[in-house]
């Protein structure tokens, strides 16, 4: 049986919406700070009506978590939970840093992705991910919020600890690393001295969060609609390598 999930995320800039039916991808994507209010529903009736479906026939509505602005974020999660209120749906967060990531496989096939979204306050929102073989993202838990140098330090610390190169292999290496997000124009200095690919995404879509959502789905990994939690980030701050990089 072929999965059917929506998709919705206002937590950036960037307003979108994407339906997975029966393998298809119907999408829809605006940049519109400040007007996701008025946007997000259409959008949903958009592709419903396209796919010809209604939304009580969905499996599952999955919504952009966060980590973003903490109105679009809000936005997004309360909007969700009242479509999957109003049609029974069980819902799936999805991180909008690991939506960046998803967003770099899909057009540059790079399943190592280093994801920093402009945080203000000075901060950036940050994660280091690793595609596997399954299409699992691995790093979830290096999400966090932090200065950009100290994120720079972290990621340049993994890149050179992860095995000992010579310097020509370390340059390999590290051009296997794409990165994405706003952060990294906002502080250029995180690129200095770095050979990493610049993946050209810098928000988060919904059609990238689909086959997280539905990896999740599959496994069980569900959320009733009054137990729905927002990411800030804000007091999560720790650092966290991934598995067998300890």
Known sequence: MSSRILAVDTATEACSVALLCDGEIISRFAISPREHTQKVLPMVEEVLTQAGIKLNQLDALAFGRGPGSFTGVRIGVGIAQGLALGADLPMVGVSSLMTLAQGVYRTTNSSRVLVAIDARMSEIYCAQYQRDERGFWLGEDTEAVMLPADFKAKFTE????????????????????????????????????????????????????????????????????????????????????????E
């Open 158 to 245: 993994v890149q050179f600890t992860e095995v000992q190169f010579t310097e020509v292999q370390f340059t390999e290496v590290q051009e296997q690393w794409s990165y994405a997000g706003t952060g990294w124009a906002a502080y250029p200095e995180l690129l200095e001295g770095s050979s990493l690919n610049d993946s050209l995404i810098t928000l988060p879509a919904a059609q990238d969060m689909l086959p997280i959502a539905e990896q999740l789905w599959l496994a069980g990994k569900v959320t009733a609609v009054e137990n729905v939690e927002p990411t800030y980030l804000r007091n999560e701050v720790t650092w966290k390598k991934l598995p067998g990089r």
